[in-house]
C-alpha cells in the first residue's frame, strides 16, 4: 500500500480520533524486572534488558483486514493491549560490547517529546502509552550490571521508533548500524531525537543467504553476531542473529510482536509494507523450523525466560 494512499485513506479517521474517548486504561505497570543473563555455549554473555513498557492498540498489534485500511483502523481503534516490555540486548562478544537497540527513554512520559512533528506529537500521543523509569533506561541497567555504557562501540538498531531508539542519546561513543534504507528515517522515527547523522551507518545486506534469511551481513570477526533483512514492520527492518555451530539466535526487534503470531501467521496492524511483512513472518516461521532458531522479539514478555532456557 502505499504510503501517501495510507495517509489520505487516514485523514478523517485522524480527525475522528483526536476527539473519540478511549477504552479505560489501567494503572500503570510495577518497575521493570532485573535483566536477564545468559551464557552461550562458546562463552557469549547476552543480557535481555528491559527498558519499561508500552501498550499500543489492539489493531496496532494484530490487524486481519484490508491493507488500505490499517493505519485508519489502528487510528479508531478504542481497545488496548496489556502492558507490554520493551527489550534490547546487550551482548558481551571478545570485540566488544554490543547492544541490540537502545530501547526507550524515560523522556517519553512527557507527551512534548514526541513533537518532533505534528504528526509524531498527534500518532504517538493518541496510539501509544509507555511506562519507562529513569533507573529502567538501558545506559543505567548496564551500569547496574557492572558494564559502562561508554564502552559500547556497536549499536545494531533494528530500526528508528522510538521505542527501540529512545535511548541512543545513552551511549555517546557507539556508531549505529541501521540498514540503507531505513537510515534516512520511517514513517515513525523521530528525527529530532536521533544523534547526529555521521554516527548513523548504513548498513547493505550484502551477504550470502544464511538458513531461511535471503541474505546476511556478518558484523563481528569470527561471525558470530550476523545482520539479517526482517523487513515490513519499517521499510527494510533488520534482525541480529547470534550463531554458534548449529545453534542460532535471533533478536528480532518488531519482525513479530511475539512468537505465538509467527506459529498463527499474524499480521501486526502497524507495518510500513505489508507485503515484506506477510514474507518475513514466512522466512521466520522457516527458519524456527527448519534451523531451530530461538525467536527473541522486543515486545513478547516470554522472551528473556525463553533466552534462558534455550542456552542452559
Known amino acids: ?77 478504542r481497545a488496548w493491549t496489556e502492558w507490554l516490555p520493551i527489550l534490547c540486548y546487550a551482548i558481551e562478544h571478545p570485540e566488544g560490547l554490543f547492544l541490540l537497540d537502545t530501547g526507550e527513554t524515560a523522556a517519553a512520559m512527557d507527551p512534548a517529546h514526541f513533537a518532533c512533528t505534528r504528526g509524531d506529537a498527534v500518532f504517538y500521543g493518541r496510539n501509544l502509552r509507555f511506562q519507562v523509569r529513569p533507573e529502567e533506561e538501558a545506559a543505567a541497567q548496564l551500569r547496574a550490571l557492572g558494564l559502562d555504557p561508554g564502552a559500547v562501540r556497536t549499536v545494531v538498531m533494528t530500526h528508528l521508533h522510538s521505542d527501540h531508539a529512545g535511548g541512543m542519546g545513552g551511549f555517546p561513543r557507539a556508531e549505529f548500524l541501521v540498514s540503507r534504507a531505513d537510515a534516512g528515517g520511517h514513517l515513525g522515527t523521530l528525527t529530532c531525537r536521533l544523534p547526529a547523522a555521521s554516527r548513523l551507518r548504513p548498513v547493505e545486506h550484502d551477504g550470502p543467504p544464511d538458513g531461511a534469511f535471503a541474505a546476511s551481513h556478518p558484523i563481528t570477526r569470527d561471525r558470530r553476531l550476523r545482520l539479517v533483512p526482517t523487513p515490513g514492520h519499517s521499510p527494510a527492518h533488520q534482525s541480529l542473529l547470534i550463531v554458534e555451530g548449529d545453534r542460532r539466535w535471533l533478536l528480532a526487534g518488531d ?30 516461521r522457516r527458519e524456527i523450523e527448519e534451523q531451530g532458531t530461538v525467536l527473541l522479539p522486543a515486545h513478547d514478555a516470554e522472551a528473556p525466560s525463553r533466552l534462558r532456557r534455550a542456552m542452559a
Open 1 to 77: 500500500m502505499p504510503l501517501r494512499r495510507s495517509l489520505i485513506l487516514a485523514a478523517p479517521a485522524l480527525g475522528m480520533a483526536c476527539t473519540a474517548p478511549d477504552a479505560e486504561l489501567p494503572a500503570g505497570p510495577a518497575a521493570a524486572p532485573r535483566p536477564v543473563t545468559a551464557l552461550t555455549p562458546g562463552g557469549l554473555r547476552v543480557h535481555a534488558i528491559q527498558t519499561g513498557w508500552v501498550r499500543v492498540k489492539r489493531r496496532h498489534r494484530s490487524y486481519a483486514g484490508p491493507d488500505a485500511l490499517r493505519l485508519p483502523a489502528i487510528l479508531l481503534d
Open 255 to 284: 519482525a513479530a510482536f511475539d512468537q505465538g503470531q509467527v506459529a498463527r501467521g499474524e499480521m501486526a496492524g502497524i507495518v510500513a509494507d505489508p507485503g515484506s511483512a506477510r514474507g518475513t513472518l514466512e522466512v521466520l
